[in-house]
């Protein structure tokens, strides 16, 4: 239903197949028309083989790595696979690395959770919000037999977060769901949607027959109010952490929102050496930010204050090189241009697939450009 509101709302599916692909899992889209409740809306389907192995997350994490996607829908996926891989092993008792995915290891679920991520990447979304998601009644089939309604694994992701609890006797938010919302959130749910201009609209249906709501989700995608002009930085000093506890907080603060996230050496009172955690953010995600970096890092208080900055026009386009395609990034002041930048997921990938040095292919994409 996410891909299918974010398609609706603008993200070609097209484009979202084709980088679905380099994933190199079989699977093919089908997309119909639907109307809920006098609302049109897509419904977006997952057809596969039937899949027998099953996953871990190191096996997702290779397989989202490899394929060459855009670094923040890279970034995004591993964050709502490794939030999926904790809740499962809470629940059964093992460690993350040691959880062997069944349901949400499908082909279905990798390609809803990337395309999503792809999806929102191609509509350049910076931020995600959403409300507090609607738990379900009963029970549900699973590959360990029948699981109370909303399962185990949905109510380990949402701990911590707000929910509502609703009538419906079916599983409204599944564990896919529930760790996609909350790793581009934050786990910070909340009725009230920041201002903003919306853009576009999209509606993605569900095909079970609510009682008491239409089964549908709605993306609305727009500019918030201080999408440009101040923002806040946010820095902790933490000296009791490691470095793969710090380097997830930092992806972490990226995928949730986070202008930039980045670690700096310091030395602390009797010469200890630590590091300082700072996140850029926009101003109506300090207090989620900062409450999800002292969640990560276990720090007891988060600085902030505010910064200025200016801000270059941006675009992209897409150069043609003999083998294959590649994004660049383009800066200009006052209508001129004065920086231009490969993609760099782009340049890698292609790198890759010709043999080529990476040096290669960016001076390849220059000339390019430059004849443009």
């Given at each position: 239903m996410t891909l299918a509101a974010l398609t609706a709302a603008g993200a070609?599916?097209?484009?979202?197949?084709?980088?679905?692909?380099t994933l190199n899992v079989p699977f093919v889209l089908r997309v119909e028309n639907a109307e809920v409740s006098g609302a049109r809306a897509l419904r977006v389907t997952v057809e596969h083989p039937e899949q027998h192995a099953h996953r871990t997350f190191a096996d997702i994490r290779r397989l989202v790595e490899?394929?060459?996607?855009?670094?923040?829908?890279t970034r995004r996926s591993v964050a709502t696979f490794r939030l999926l891989a904790g809740a499962e092993g809470a629940v059964h008792g093992r460690p993350p690395e040691e959880v062997a995915f069944h349901e949400v290891g499908a082909v279905d679920s990798i390609v809803d959770v990337v395309g999503s991520c792809v999806a929102l990447e191609l509509l350049d979304v910076d931020t995600v919000s959403c409300g507090p998601l609607p738990m379900g009644s009963g029970t549900v089939a699973s590959a360990h037999g029948p699981l109370p309604v909303p399962g185990p694994a949905t109510l380990e992701i949402v701990k911590g977060s707000r929910i509502r609890w609703t009538e419906e006797p079916i599983e409204t938010t599944t564990p896919t769901g529930a760790a996609l919302m909350a790793s581009l959130t934050g786990g910070e749910f909340t009725e009230a949607a920041?201002?903003?201009?919306?853009?576009?609209?999209?509606?993605?249906?569900?095909?079970?027959?609510l009682r008491h709501a239409p089964n549908l989700l709605r993306a609305v995608v727009g500019e918030l109010e201080d999408e440009v002009g101040d923002v806040e930085l946010l820095e902790a000093n933490v000296d009791d952490a490691p470095g793969e506890i710090l380097g997830a907080a930092v992806e972490k603060l990226l995928s949730s929102g986070a202008l930039d996230a980045w670690l700096e050496p310091i030395v602390m009172k009797k010469g200890r050496g630590a590091y300082k955690l700072c996140a850029l953010v926009k101003s109506n995600y300090r207090e989620r930010l900062a409450r999800l970096l002292m969640r990560e890092t276990g720090?007891?208080?988060?600085?902030h204050h505010r910064v200025g900055r200016m801000i270059a026009e941006r675009r992209v386009v897409e150069i043609e090189l003999p083998y294959g395609n590649c994004r660049v990034k383009i800066g200009s002041l006052d209508g001129e241009d004065f920086v231009a930048a490969p993609e760099y997921s782009d340049a890698a990938r292609l790198a890759g697939e010709a043999g080529l040095p990476l040096p290669r292919v960016y001076s390849d994409v220059r000339d390019a450009y430059e004849s443009w």
């Amino acid at each position: 239903m996410t891909l299918a509101a974010l398609t609706a709302a603008g993200a070609p599916l097209e484009e979202v197949s084709r980088q679905l692909e380099t994933l190199n899992v079989p699977f093919v889209l089908r997309v119909e028309n639907a109307e809920v409740s006098g609302a049109r809306a897509l419904r977006v389907t997952v057809e596969h083989p039937e899949q027998h192995a099953h996953r871990t997350f190191a096996d997702i994490r290779r397989l989202v790595e490899s394929a060459g996607l855009p670094e923040r829908a890279t970034r995004r996926s591993v964050a709502t696979f490794r939030l999926l891989a904790g809740a499962e092993g809470a629940v059964h008792g093992r460690p993350p690395e040691e959880v062997a995915f069944h349901e949400v290891g499908a082909v279905d679920s990798i390609v809803d959770v990337v395309g999503s991520c792809v999806a929102l990447e191609l509509l350049d979304v910076d931020t995600v919000s959403c409300g507090p998601l609607p738990m379900g009644s009963g029970t549900v089939a699973s590959a360990h037999g029948p699981l109370p309604v909303p399962g185990p694994a949905t109510l380990e992701i949402v701990k911590g977060s707000r929910i509502r609890w609703t009538e419906e006797p079916i599983e409204t938010t599944t564990p896919t769901g529930a760790a996609l919302m909350a790793s581009l959130t934050g786990g910070e749910f909340t009725e009230a949607a920041p201002p903003m201009t919306p853009r576009a609209i999209g509606y993605g249906a569900g095909r079970a027959t609510l009682r008491h709501a239409p089964n549908l989700l709605r993306a609305v995608v727009g500019e918030l109010e201080d999408e440009v002009g101040d923002v806040e930085l946010l820095e902790a000093n933490v000296d009791d952490a490691p470095g793969e506890i710090l380097g997830a907080a930092v992806e972490k603060l990226l995928s949730s929102g986070a202008l930039d996230a980045w670690l700096e050496p310091i030395v602390m009172k009797k010469g200890r050496g630590a590091y300082k955690l700072c996140a850029l953010v926009k101003s109506n995600y300090r207090e989620r930010l900062a409450r999800l970096l002292m969640r990560e890092t276990g720090t007891l208080g988060v600085r902030h204050h505010r910064v200025g900055r200016m801000i270059a026009e941006r675009r992209v386009v897409e150069i043609e090189l003999p083998y294959g395609n590649c994004r660049v990034k383009i800066g200009s002041l006052d209508g001129e241009d004065f920086v231009a930048a490969p993609e760099y997921s782009d340049a890698a990938r292609l790198a890759g697939e010709a043999g080529l040095p990476l040096p290669r292919v960016y001076s390849d994409v220059r000339d390019a450009y430059e004849s443009w």
